[in-house]
């Protein structure tokens, strides 16, 4: 039961320019969405998260952005680093510390 | 401030074997929540401790228990270890009624 998908396995971008990384979900019960970075032989790290009541947030280079009718958000970082290269989770829950669905992941690389 | 410990960080087990994995969570959270990683794919939620009781569980069978301490420290427990329970095994710990988790490096189980 895949409640939260990202369908974009890798994604490759030039240093300087936007990454934008895709997610989509399909409980309409999730109200908080949140973004990881893992780096190898690492545990996933917080990057950033947006409640159902707002449609954008943003955190430096980072912003995410949920579509709640389309049951969709994304991650824009710009301008990418070399340094972001890493896998992207996508995550939701349904009220407070309720379990958190992640998806698959999205293997991000920025190139020099 | 140490974040979330696992360990052992590697364990080889033999099929039918059963397995310990432990989890110290970051000072001042009460919650822990365990979750699985298979190679490809994003963490599955196993279960998640909070006052010493297992409070929601995800779809893993009652091979995979768990424990709390009073010191909000916690184990997961599998047993009759199947080839496919290879994997990367995550522990988060977070504070009750607040969002997000925080992460240990996680234990890597390999069955042969």
């Known amino acids: 039961d895949q409640q939260v998908k990202q369908n974009s396995p890798s994604l490759s971008v030039q240093e300087g320019r936007i990454s934008i990384l895709n997610c989509d979900y399909t409980?309409?019960?999730?109200?908080?969405f949140l973004w990881y970075k893992k780096y190898p032989a690492e545990g996933p790290t917080f990057l950033i998260s947006?409640?159902?009541?707002?449609d954008k947030n943003e955190d430096g280079r980072f912003t995410v952005f949920l579509n709640k009718s389309a049951k969709h958000l994304s991650l824009h970082i710009v301008p990418s680093q070399p340094g972001d290269s890493a896998v992207y989770f996508c995550a939701a829950s349904a009220g407070n510390n309720n379990d958190m669905r992640f998806g698959a992941g999205t293997r991000l690389t920025v190139k020099p | 401030d140490a974040g979330v410990t696992q360990s052992p960080t590697h364990l080889i087990k033999t099929r039918g074997q059963q397995v310990t994995l432990r989890c110290s969570p970051k000072s001042g959270h009460d919650t822990v929540s365990w979750y699985q990683q298979a190679l490809g794919q994003g963490p599955q939620f196993i279960f998640q401790?909070?006052?010493?009781?297992?409070?929601q569980r995800g779809n893993f069978p009652d091979r995979f228990s768990g424990h709390q301490f009073p010191n909000y420290s916690s184990e997961l427990n599998v047993n009759a270890l199947l080839l496919g329970d290879s994997a990367l095994y995550l522990c988060?710990?977070?504070?009750?009624?607040?969002?997000?988790?925080?992460f240990g490096s996680g234990t890597r189980l390999t069955v042969v």
């Open positions: 988060a710990s977070s504070l009750r009624e607040h969002y997000g988790y925080t």
């Open positions: 401790y909070y006052e010493e009781e297992e409070r």
């Open positions: 409980n309409s019960m999730f109200d908080y």
């Open positions: 947006i409640s159902s009541i707002k």
